[in-house]
């Protein structure tokens, strides 16, 4: 029997939090899924703890990857994906209870959707929570109900605007993945929200205001050098939509350069540039004004004050 959804995984040296998350696939209490982990060239024992695990769960298959990055890992799930819709999960991250039944029922109700997400908690290392998602961007999809899943107005520019899709949330149909041939493998960072915005533009987005995951903050490594990357590939992204006149287009381009900036900003404190940081974030507050970039400048401005006063 065909599955009712594909659930993809890429994990590399990830073990310690690979368990919690398959754990939380199977509290989700769907029959008919299927599983799909990508081992994407795991030194951890990652691929023979989950080979182990496989022949205690029938919906779990286990795939090795080259060592190529998360953007191949995934294409690999979603060309063997068996079902019509593929759910995204990270090997540290954690779904909710409820999470792939909402989701499913949502996509056989709007079969014209092309993906849908929700909102995520952040939670760092420590077992923290540092809010979610869609109240740091203050971002509210809106509905007739709370909670209920709605079909944005202009997806394609609110993706682009404020960036509220976590890969961890996102359930697309298995065919409109395909026909975009998946995440760019090619891009050295942001290969997801590349694949959200083409997405976007080929069929409508939906999404709920109700936490439905939990988002790992920060896990250790290069974090310098993965916002470098990710600068770089952002700035290319958002210069494919110089051109758009149309209002909703104008907004977010507006928006996404603010956070272009904010990005700026933070990886100038992490090179030790205050000043230069300083000038980013006042950059970005020009650009999209906002009480979150206003606080974010003006706390960076007093600690700045703070060290001059302390010399």
Known sequence: MRPVCSVVIPTRNCLSYLTGALDSVRAQRIDGIEVIVVDDGSSDGTGDWLRSYAGTWPALRVIDGPAC????????????????????????????????????????????????????????????THGTCFEYWNFRPGGAREGDFTVLRDGEAVVL???????????????????????????????????????????????????????????????????????????????????RKEPSFRVASRKAR????????????????????LGWRLRALSADPSLRAARAAAGQARGMARALLNR
Not at 193 to 200: E, S
């Open 69 to 128: 990055g998360p953007a191949r890992a995934r294409n690999l799930a979603i060309a063997a994906a068996n079902a019509d819709l593929t759910a995204f999960l990270d090997a540290d991250d954690m779904w909710w209870p409820h999470k792939l039944e909402r989701q499913i029922a949502h996509h056989r109700a709007r079969t014209d959707v092309g993906f849908s997400f929700t909102d995520y908690l952040h939670v760092d290392v420590g077992g923290g």
């Open 161 to 243: 605007g404020t960036n509220p899709v976590g890969t961890s949330t996102v359930m697309a149909r298995t065919r409109a993945l395909q026909i975009a041939n998946g995440f760019a493998e090619d891009l050295q960072s942001a290969e997801d929200l590349d694949l959200w915005l083409r997405l976007a533009a080929a069929a409508p987005v939906s999404a709920t205001s109700d936490v439905l995951a939990s988002y790992l903050m920060h896990r250790p490594g290069n974090l310098t050098g993965q916002a470098s990357a990710r600068l770089a590939t952002l700035s290319v992204i958002v210069a494919r939509y110089n051109g």
């Open 258 to 277: 603010a956070r272009l900036h904010e990005a700026r900003a933070d990886l100038a404190i992490a090179s030790r540039q205050p000043m230069r940081s």
